[in-house]
């Protein structure tokens, strides 16, 4: 694939899989951020962009389908990377009797969970944290994409897993969309590449297909493997439009029209719904 005119980088997609990802590879583990680079009122407006609607209903879904699938009821343990605001920690506590842990990379994060959820997480990067068979389910809401390399993150995820524990998570997936796009910026040889870029920006390195997830699930030592494409969207309609370049009367327009397609379920499938097991 060539690289874009615009911004300089390369998409590479499996032939074998269907994953696309950034072309340029880097394994130095994620930083922390102290309030000084990302301030609490930073981050907290980041939340506010979040699309709520539906986002409590999801995690009820997969948290339930989980508990069922470790047959264990109240006191679960569960521990979420890259928890956020604490938001599906606290639901996770006081819906369903879990008792919950979680980390952070964001200093400014760790202090919002504890502020309004009354959520105490762990200030670092999975790795250095050195849990092992200690929990339940681990869950990771659109944290995989983000992450400089994958296989440690989901490694380290295994490691903390008891025997017959499940992994759930969600990540965004490569739709016929996104092949489109890439077909196009391949024949423009990069100039036309806004979708792309769009969808494969700095901050998201990786679109899974079901295909490459249960590949590199099973690879790294998990068993039942499910991926599940689903139409769910983390950020609002017009944000998402405001990025594509829409402005002024014609955003408006847009995102009153996308939203009544996510509602229906008519809009592109953006996410892959992942649960895995740990070996008994």
Same mark, same amino acid.
């Given at each position: 694939?060539?690289?874009?005119?615009?911004?300089?980088?390369? #998409?590479?997609?499996?032939?074998?899989?269907?994953?696309?990802a950034?072309?340029?590879?880097?394994?130095?583990?994620?930083q922390?951020? /102290?309030?000084?680079q990302?301030?609490?009122?930073?981050?907290?407006?980041? =939340?506010?962009?979040?699309?709520? *609607?539906?986002?409590?209903?999801?995690w009820?879904?997969?948290?339930g389908?989980?508990?069922?699938?470790?047959?264990?009821?109240?006191?679960?343990?569960?521990?979420d990377?890259?928890?956020?605001?604490?938001?599906?920690?606290?639901?996770?506590?006081?819906?369903? *009797?879990?008792?919950?842990?979680?980390?952070?990379?964001?200093?400014?994060?760790?202090?919002?969970?504890?502020?309004?959820?009354?959520?105490?997480l762990?200030?670092? /990067?999975? *790795?250095?944290?050195?849990?092992?068979?200690?929990?339940? #389910?681990?869950?990771m809401?659109?944290?995989?994409?983000?992450?400089?390399?994958?296989?440690?993150?989901?490694?380290?995820?295994?490691?903390?897993?008891?025997?017959?524990?499940c992994?759930v998570?969600? +990540?965004?997936?490569?739709?016929?969309? /996104?092949?489109?796009?890439?077909?196009?910026?391949?024949?423009?040889d990069?100039?036309? +590449?806004?979708?792309?870029?769009?969808?494969?920006p700095?901050?998201?390195r990786?679109l899974?297909?079901?295909?490459s997830?249960?590949?590199?699930?099973?690879?790294?030592?998990?068993?039942?493997?499910?991926?599940?494409?689903?139409?769910?969207?983390?950020?609002?309609?017009?944000?998402?439009?405001?990025?594509?370049?829409?402005?002024?009367?014609?955003?408006k327009?847009?995102?009153?029209?996308?939203?009544?397609?996510? /509602?229906?379920?008519?809009?592109p499938?953006?996410?892959?719904?992942?649960?895995?097991?740990?070996? =008994?």
């Open positions: 694939m060539p690289a874009s005119r615009a911004t300089g980088r390369t #998409i590479v997609t499996c032939p074998v899989c269907g994953m696309s950034h072309g340029e590879y880097d394994d130095a583990p994620p922390v951020v /102290d309030e000084e990302i301030t609490p009122e930073l981050y907290a407006a980041y =939340v506010a962009a979040k699309r709520d *609607g539906g986002r409590p209903e999801v009820r879904e997969m948290l389908a989980s508990l069922g699938l470790v047959g264990t009821g109240r006191g679960t343990r569960v521990f990377v890259g928890a956020g605001d604490g938001g599906f920690l606290q639901l996770a506590r006081d819906e369903f *009797g879990c008792e919950v842990f979680g980390n952070e990379t964001s200093a400014a994060a760790v202090r919002l969970a504890e502020e309004r959820h009354a959520v105490q762990e200030l670092g /990067d999975l *790795g250095t944290l050195r849990h092992r068979d200690e929990f339940d #389910i681990v869950t809401w659109c944290v995989l994409a983000h992450v400089p390399n994958g296989d440690h993150l989901l490694a380290d995820a295994l490691t903390m897993l008891r025997p017959g524990g992994l998570l969600q +990540t965004p997936h490569r739709t016929f969309a /996104d092949k489109a796009a890439l077909g196009v910026a391949k024949a423009t990069g100039r036309v +590449t806004k979708v792309s870029d769009r969808r494969l700095t901050h998201h990786i899974h297909t079901p295909a997830m249960e590949l590199q699930l099973t690879r790294l030592g998990y068993t039942d493997v499910v991926a599940t494409p689903k139409a769910r969207y983390s950020l609002s309609s017009e944000l998402y439009l405001y990025f594509a370049g829409l402005r002024g009367r014609a955003l327009a847009g995102s009153r029209v996308m939203d009544q397609f996510v /509602d229906r379920g008519l809009a499938r953006i996410v892959l719904d992942v649960t895995a097991r740990k070996p =008994v």
